[in-house]
């Protein structure tokens, strides 16, 4: 145990530990390792049955004992692998909920060396990942032979390799050393979010495959007759014939050297467009594979060859023969790239770019994209980007649809990244891939990534930047460049440092944001400085006569000071007037040399909202209309400044004309989101206020509710933790007025009480625990007030559990909540308002204002139907009376087996209430969620006998089934503020 125990903290160590001590610059030396595997697939079982030989060459300087083998399709084996863990936390549930017929794995692996059988292990802490140990060391200069059968069940299609019946992505399939750099050896996990580093080598393949197939692959093809056969059977495409026939096999060879991975696809379905283009002299053919005929277009096409050129004229030549695209199934994003060959879930022409596009970043150049994923996605995206950018000849209409495709693409990146840093779930883009949240590994890796190497070509230039590229990709081409090497060569062919660039940007994750504080003019001079945030980056600033642009001066030192007689044609100066460089706020980037709003921008009034990312300030008008029963229909306006992305501070000021109450009403909302670097994710304050009408008693009020709030939401361990804490403290005053003119009396008539007025304060603490499989949440709270001028304080606390249990089934489960609490106060006051009390509420009692009602307080017709549930959750139309002593509420219901929308509830409450005779009071029923957990409908079958006569004698009559149906109409989660803060670009 205590050898186990110290090679599993060795272990940890190497596979996390040492991302902290990473050399970042390249060895001169490079292994090599050369492949020869011959594999049979087995179309009725779907098994790959083959035998690999692989000859190591160590080039390093280092004697190697041992070789580290990636047995990648094992991660497919059981819920307990580095990508099945993975896929959880990333709120996929696919693969876990799978059928045990569904999984994959490899074995009937039996490793040799020199032919001289040898001690290995499987890594105990990843079942993909193996050990061998060598039979004597193998020197600088040295080569072995290392050889094993193979036997893989291929999974159906959970991530990248796997079956869509009979159509095969064989990808991550084989035995394959890690490699071997200079940080030592690089064993890895298969992941879905996070993809690979290999050695570079030459593989000499055998496919035998059913006849029938028509296969593609990394490589060139070397058997003649399936070239033949393709081409012919190629044009038929669409002819289904997933059948489970046996079919005489084929053999197909291929061979490919310079590569570092090797995937093939195959299907009885393919059709083929094939195609072919001369790149500087170089004949390179292009294919399309597909079960669809709708993809073989020539759009799809132009865009390989769109690919092929502009990275070959901007990054180095296709060195390979063909390039490659296979339409099929997969779930690992839109598109995964191999060295060749692409397979995409869809075809267009930003996907087939992109992934074409790989070829160069990935495929040539073979970075480290597991520990640096933005050597390749964030260079490959800015490459796609720049790419498809049309031409001035380029007048089509085709292309105008691109152009607007590909800037609505860069636009909806670059406002996911600002929203990110601005609510302080921004990451930096020089992460480890396994460390990104799943949404930040496209906003910050392909999103943000691509928007710095923008910044990087507008300081550089386009030619320049162009330089650096080529002189990289010559230099180290089939060599896996480190992040130092790309800063050397860049730093070179530039001649300007650029620590800017490749620490702050890449490896920073501070906010970026470029202010102007001030222009002063004096002796023909102007000097010009920017407030803290811009982080010693360069940047460029526009001058302006009038309205047009009379140049642009790059920034890398402040201040800066314009002197000459042009200074007095200046009317302003802007920071990235071309929006070339990313800026979480543009609202702080222009200044006027003369006029009282000297920093005020495009002042104007817009209908509904716009993207937060121009300069130009803004007032937005948004239509309201609304309805309850006491004010009848509502119609206004709300001058708001909500939008996407998020801002620091928001606003909201809606009146609202009620046309039966004549009266005005409405929201004012304000709130400040600060995101402090340390200790909070954000701290959250604001102030809502709110005023409709309602019935307290049998006469007509208006409610003016204010609460004030700050939340405190601590910042998580990693911000891939599903765990949350937050303390939330709030002050709620509640002023209501008697409504006299749309009264007919001439006093209320509830004991003459003119003015209702109340307050109260309310602290709690929650921690929540959102993973995937048995989510749960614990909230502790204390709630203290009372009448205004009066002695009525009362003190309530309450501790409320939340938890689902999942069902082997995905989105199956049944949850239970408990919640206890008391209710202390001083005797002689009527405190009933405030109480915990048994039933659900019809609004009357919402003392705190926070539900948005149709009928608050309704006693008949269907909005008295509408409950919100109180802290004990019962079901139940009406309430039963108030708890004076301590009790708990138990509340469950369960999903119920296949489609079945229906959920069977059962709620109890226990208590030692004077009040009640029953110490143990249920309902139960069944439900149904027409929109989960806003819109459920409650069909009550059961409830305690003190339920029942408590309604008699109220004169209700709920022994009729149809009398205690009731429902939650949960109407706040549609407020706008609300729907804008939900908005997700993808």
């Known amino acids: 145990m205590k050898q186990k125990s110290v090679f599993l903290f060795s272990l940890f160590l190497l596979l996390t530990l040492r991302s902290f001590a990473q050399k970042t610059r390249q060895a001169e030396w490079q292994q090599r390792v050369n492949y020869k595997i011959d594999v049979t697939l087995d179309d009725q079982q779907h098994i790959l049955r083959g035998f690999e030989t692989m000859e190591y060459i160590n080039n390093s300087p280092s004697v190697i004992e041992e070789i580290y083998i990636h047995i990648w399709p094992n991660a497919y084996k059981n819920n307990q692998t580095g990508f099945a863990k993975q896929q959880l936390e990333n709120g996929e549930t696919d693969f876990y909920y799978s059928k045990e017929e569904d999984k994959g794995y490899i074995d009937s692996l039996d490793f040799f060396i020199n032919g001289k059988g040898t001690s290995w292990s499987f890594d105990p802490a990843q079942i993909d990942i193996v050990k061998i140990l060598l039979n004597k060391p193998l020197k600088t200069g040295e080569s072995c032979t290392i050889s094993t059968p193979f036997l893989v069940k291929i999974p159906k299609v959970f991530s990248r390799l796997g079956h869509d019946k009979q159509t095969y992505n064989i990808t991550q399939w084989y035995p394959k050393p890690a490699v071997f750099d200079v940080n030592g050896w690089n ?93 500087q002299g170089k004949n390179i053919e292009t294919f399309v594979y597909s079960q669809k005929e709708k993809d073989f277009t020539e759009e799809n096409m132009e865009a390989i060859k769109t690919a092929l050129v502009y990275y070959s004229n901007n990054a180095g030549l296709y060195p390979y023969s063909h390039a490659t695209v296979v339409k099929s199934e997969l779930k690992a994003g839109g598109g995964m790239e191999y060295p060749m060959i692409t397979v995409c879930d869809i075809l267009n022409r930003e996907v087939i770019i992109h992934e074409v596009g790989h070829n160069w970043f990935y495929g040539i150049l073979g970075s480290n994209e597991r520990r640096y994923p933005w050597m390749d996605e964030s260079i490959n995206s800015f490459f796609e ?111 300007k440092k650029l620590d800017w660039f490749f620490q702050t940007l890449v490896q920073g994750n501070d906010k970026i944001d470029y202010k102007i504080r001030a222009s002063k003019s004096k002796n023909n001079s102007i000097t010009l400085t920017a407030k803290k945030s811009s982080l010693g980056l360069p940047f460029p600033i526009g001058i302006y006569s009038g309205k047009t642009k009379i140049g642009t001066r790059w920034i890398e030192k402040e201040p800066i000071t314009i002197t000459g007689d042009s200074v007095k044609t200046i009317s302003k100066f802007e920071i990235d007037p071309e929006m070339a460089i990313m800026d979480i706020d543009r609202k702080n980037n222009q200044v006027n040399t003369k006029g009282l709003f000297k920093t005020w921008t495009n002042p104007g009034i817009k209908l509904f909202t716009r993207p937060d990312n121009k300069p130009n300030r803004e007032l937005y008008v948004l239509p309201m209309l609304g309805y309850n029963i006491h004010n009848g ?24 004309w009620g046309f039966k109450t004549n009266t005005i009403n409405g929201y004012a909302n304000v709130s400040y989101k600060i995101t402090p670097k340390k200790l909070f994710q954000s701290v959250d304050l604001g102030v809502n206020n709110a005023s409709f009408a309602y019935k307290p008693y049998s006469e007509t009020y208006t409610y003016y509710r204010t609460k004030g709030y700050v939340n405190f939401n601590l910042k998580p361990k990693t911000l891939r933790s599903s765990r949350r804490n937050k303390i939330q403290l709030a002050y709620t005053n509640v002023a209501s007025r008697w409504l006299e003119k749309y009264s007919e009396t001439v006093q209320p008539n509830a004991l003459s009480i003119q003015e209702i007025n109340y307050r109260f304060g309310k602290i709690s603490f929650s921690h929540s625990n959102t993973r995937e499989i048995d989510p749960y949440s614990v909230g502790l709270s204390l709630e203290g007030g009372g009448y205004t001028n009066t002695d009525s304080l009362y003190l309530k606390p309450g501790l409320e559990f939340n938890f689902f249990k999942s069902y082997n089934k995905k989105k199956k489960g049944f949850s239970i909540r408990a919640f206890c609490g008391t209710f202390y106060s001083k005797t002689g006051f009527d405190n009933g308002l405030f109480m915990y009390r048994l039933g659900s509420k019809n609004g009357a009692f919402d003392y705190g204002m926070d539900q948005t009602l149709m009928g608050r307080g309704a006693e008949s017709g269907l909005w008295s139907r509408n409950i919100t549930p109180g802290e004990d959750n019962m079901k139940i139309l009406g309430t039963m009376g108030n708890f004076t002593k301590p009790f708990l509420s138990l509340n469950v219901n369960s999903t119920l087996p296949g489609k079945i929308p229906f959920r069977p509830y059962l709620d109890l409450c226990f208590n030692n209430n004077d009040l009640f005779n029953e110490s143990l009071i249920y309902t139960a029923g069944i439900c149904l969620p027409l929109i989960p957990e806003i819109f459920i409908v409650y069909f009550p079958l059961t409830q305690s006998k003190y339920i029942t006569d408590t309604q008699a004698q109220k004169g209700n009559d709920i022994t009729n089934f149809k009398q205690r149906i009731c429902f939650t109409l949960v109407l706040n989660e549609f407020e706008p503020h609300k729907l804008f803060k939900r908005i997700k670009l993808f």
Not at 636 to 656: C, D, I, S, T
Request: hydrophobic share 40%; net charge neutral.
């Open 187 to 279: 064993p890895i996990p298969y992941l879905n979010q996070g993809e690979f580093y290999s050695e570079f080598g030459s593989f000499d393949v055998n496919i035998t495959l059913p006849k029938n197939y028509i296969i593609a692959a990394t490589g060139v093809l070397l058997t003649k007759v399936e070239e033949e056969f393709r081409n012919d059977k190629g044009k038929n495409t669409g002819v289904i014939e997933n059948t489970y026939i046996k079919t005489p096999n084929k053999t197909v060879h291929f061979f490919q050297d310079s590569i570092h991975d090797f995937a093939w696809f195959a299907s009885k379905n393919f059709g083929i467009m094939k195609s072919n283009i001369v790149v």
């Open 385 to 495: 980007a720049e790419s498809m950018k049309p031409t001035e000849a380029a007048k089509t209409k085709n292309a105008k649809k691109q152009s607007f495709l590909l800037n609505l693409n860069d636009y909806s990146m670059e406002l996911m990244a600002i929203n990110a840093m601005r609510t302080n779930q921004a990451q930096a883009v020089g992460l480890h891939s396994a460390e990104y949240t799943n949404l930040n590994y496209g906003t910050m890796v392909y999103g943000k990534g691509a928007l710095i190497f923008k910044h990087l070509q507008a300081y550089l230039g386009e030619e320049m930047l162009k330089k650096c590229f080529n002189a990289y990709y010559e230099a180290f081409k089939f060599k896996h460049p480190l992040p130092d090497d790309m800063q050397t060569v860049f730093e070179n062919v530039s001649g």
């Open 633 to 656: 229909f509502l119609a206004g306006v709300a001058f708001h400044n909500w939008g996407f992305p998020q801002r620091k501070l928001e606003y909201m000021l809606a009146p609202m």
